[in-house]
């Protein structure tokens, strides 16, 4: 009587756990695909919102100087340019650019998020006139 009663509830459990075990393992194979396409998509926003619109998005019409360098050494410069010159995306940026005698001059970061292509029309675009405050149309 004891084992036969020990059974049963051996069977009820097992038989309770297994359809939340099927979920436990369709939850752990599907988290890692989402988290990853949804820093994916957060990455792909991030560089879209980058994009200037068309008619600031050209060559810049004269010199451009441009310095490439770690993300950490391009806040410290643009941020204290943003005090003595208008510039763009600073304080706080991980870029920004400024006009000077005619000369663009753009600091990039080589080591973010987005490719230094992205950045560099970003702030080339700057320089093509597109406010600080990026309006999009
Ligand atoms: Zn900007």
New binding site residues.
Partial sequence: MWVLHSVTVMNLKSSVAAPFLLVLLFLTSCVAPIAASANNAKKARYVAE?EPPSQYDHPYDGLVGERLMPVAETRVICDSLGASHSS??APG?V???WVSDNTCFIILPDDELAPVDTYRR??V??CNG?P?D?PHD
């Fill in positions: 980058l763009a995306d940026g870029a920004c650019a970003h702030e675009a700057h597109w600080a990026h």
